[in-house]
């Protein structure tokens, strides 16, 4: 409990002790990634499914709200209130999730991973040739951010905080979610589908479900990062910002959600500053480079080093107490 009071105070007070570059462009921005991945964390960990579609769920949350609110090309006349267009953005995240599911769970493993990939460059050619209503290559720009009671979004405290709280909402909905009926069944099907089967669930609608939950995460995510780019394109959703996703997920630990928040803070500080350790055209070979180092040392990511480190720690006084009594 300390440890998380201890996190949880320094999140807190962190934007007032740093520059706004390191509030929004670190701070901020690793949250709305650490929430992408987090979509893919939850249906690795307990559904036992590998999905890089959940760019392109955020991407479809994204867009939808970028067509509804007041952007450049619309000469800042917003289609509908920024709650209504959010709200919509949300449910075409979560719509997108389940669609994906129901095509994605009729594979698994390797399968199920290169399904939602093709799903994934499917969606970026059509948002890339779609010229009428998502401006192909160019996308959108000039996106307007909402105001609250006066207060906009888009400075950099309220930003950070609009983040951070959802994050730990999101995890929270998270770690609550595993926990239900619905969960303790998703990770039996996980651990052995026939058995479930056997036993009388729907393994296919629980999985499909299950996408949809991850749908609603990203699509948090696809609406915090629209805002934090102020625009989006082709290639926010694109092959590199997809492989991005996975390599933020992988290194913060795929077995647990708090990896995703870990690693997507690692990957943005090596984003930021990998200019000044190797140049901006080496910048994916260093995080190739480092993807690699931390799978061979701790194939469970980050937190899973942790925990073996603090397990480690924990059996120490425990050999040496026994040593003395012998």
Do not use: E, K
């Not at 807190?12 to 690793?30: N, Q, T």
């Not at 390599?247 to 930021?272: E, K």
Request: aromatic content about 10%; proline content about 4%; glycine content about 14%.
């Amino acid at each position: 409990m300390a440890p998380a009071l201890l996190t949880a105070a320094a999140l807190l007070v962190y934007p007032l002790l740093v520059p706004d570059f390191w509030v929004v462009s670190v701070g901020a921005y690793s949250i709305v990634l650490g929430i992408i991945a987090l979509s893919l964390t939850f249906l690795a960990a307990y559904g036992g499914m590998i999905s890089l579609a959940q760019l392109s769920t955020a991407g479809v949350a994204g867009y939808l709200l970028a067509i509804l609110s007041a952007h450049s090309a619309n000469g800042g006349i917003a289609a509908a209130p920024w709650p209504l267009a959010v709200a919509a953005g949300l449910g075409a995240g979560t719509l997108a999730g389940l669609l994906i599911g129901v095509v994605a769970v009729r594979s698994q493993g390797i399968y199920m991973l290169m399904s939602t990939l093709a799903i994934a460059m499917i969606l970026f050619y059509f948002a890339q040739q779609n010229t009428d209503l998502l401006h192909g290559f160019d996308g959108f720009r000039g996106v307007a951010v909402p105001a609250v009671a006066g207060m906009p979004l888009r400075d950099p405290l309220p930003f950070y905080y609009l983040c951070l709280a959802s994050g730990a909402a999101l995890y929270a909905l998270t770690r609550y979610i595993v926990r239900t009926p619905f969960g303790l069944v998703l990770q039996g099907i996980r651990d052995d589908t026939r058995r479930m089967s056997s036993l009388g669930y729907r393994v296919g609608l629980h999985q499909i479900a299950a996408f949809g939950v991850a749908g609603f995460i990203a699509a948090v995510g696809g609406v915090l990062s629209l805002w934090y780019h102020g625009g989006i394109s082709p290639g926010s959703i694109g092959m590199t910002a997809t492989v991005g996703i996975l390599i933020a997920a992988v290194i913060g630990g795929l077995g647990d959600p708090r990896g995703a928040f870990i690693g997507a803070l690692a990957f943005v500080l090596l984003q930021n500053f990998s200019v000044d350790l190797v140049g901006s055209d080496r910048f994916n070979t260093l995080i190739g480079s480092v993807f690699l180092i931390i799978v061979m040392a701790s194939p469970d990511g980050l937190t899973g080093l942790w925990h073996r480190m603090r397990r480690d720690r924990g059996r120490t006084p425990a050999s040496g107490s026994m040593t003395q009594r012998l």
